[in-house]
């Protein structure tokens, strides 16, 4: 069965930093793209980012670029995404969810941790 | 970007009738050279994370029910529930992988029993 467990959420100050972790098991992790998408208060859902599976390849949304990276290490498993320059507008909760080989429609998620940028 | 454009935004149905949702791309996302539409359907229940339901426009994921069906290509969509039960309310969103650069998603469609 496959599963995505989420940690590193939490509360940070406006101008902080972040890393994000999503810790991939079930199947052969580095077989597939990952991305991270996020929902904030009430809001629809919102992609951050993508990597291809070897993570030659990564991917942001205008709203992140310069601010998020998207990394991956497939010995260990883990997908992780590091975000800095926080602003309250990054305030939701972020999914890592897996992609279907190359293809990113996303078959399985993450349940999700918030993250509060507030001082 | 491609937009993906949602209607309603929501949409009460009674139990065991059919419930009908749009979605519509700014620009086309079928690929010729493997005849495919790169278009995904979700469901989120409330404090869940979303759940695919169909993907390549009309291939239901294993497991969901077949009252859920996706129909549709090049830039307009629809997912169907032929009969709505109390346990598929929820919001339902449509995401298009077309573009992998950006990859982006409808603004929801909240459904809910009348």
């Known amino acids: 069965e496959v599963q995505l467990l989420e940690s590193g959420g939490g509360l940070v100050q406006p101008g902080g930093s972040l890393r994000l972790s999503c810790e991939f098991s079930g199947i052969t992790f580095r077989g597939y793209v990952m991305t991270w998408v996020r929902q904030g208060p009430g809001k629809g859902l919102e992609w951050v980012s993508g990597?291809?599976?070897?993570?030659?390849?990564?991917y942001y949304a205008d709203s992140v670029k310069g601010r998020f990276t998207i990394s991956r290490d497939n010995f260990n498993n883990t997908l992780f995404l590091q975000i800095k320059s926080l602003r309250a507008e990054d305030t939701a909760v972020y999914y890592c969810?897996?992609?279907?080989?190359?293809?990113?429609?996303?078959?399985?998620w993450g349940q999700g941790m918030l993250v509060t940028v507030s001082s | 970007d491609i937009v993906m454009t949602q209607s309603p935004d929501s949409l009460a149905v009674s139990l065991g009738e059919r419930a009908t949702i749009n979605c519509k791309s700014s620009q086309s996302v079928f690929y010729s050279s493997n005849n495919k539409n790169y278009l995904a359907w979700y469901q989120q229940k409330p404090g869940q994370p979303p759940r695919l339901l169909i993907y390549?426009?009309?291939t239901r994921e294993f497991g969901v029910p077949d009252r859920f069906s996706g129909s549709g290509s090049g830039t307009d969509f629809t997912l169907t529930i032929s009969s709505l039960q109390a346990e598929d309310v929820a919001v339902y969103y449509c995401?298009?992988?077309?573009?992998?650069?950006?990859?982006?998603f409808g603004g929801g469609t909240k459904v809910e029993i009348k």
């Open positions: 990597i291809s599976g070897s993570g030659d390849s990564t």
């Open positions: 969810a897996k992609g279907y080989y190359d293809s990113y429609y996303l078959d399985h």
């Open positions: 390549w426009a009309s």
């Open positions: 995401q298009q992988y077309y573009n992998t650069l950006s990859l982006t």
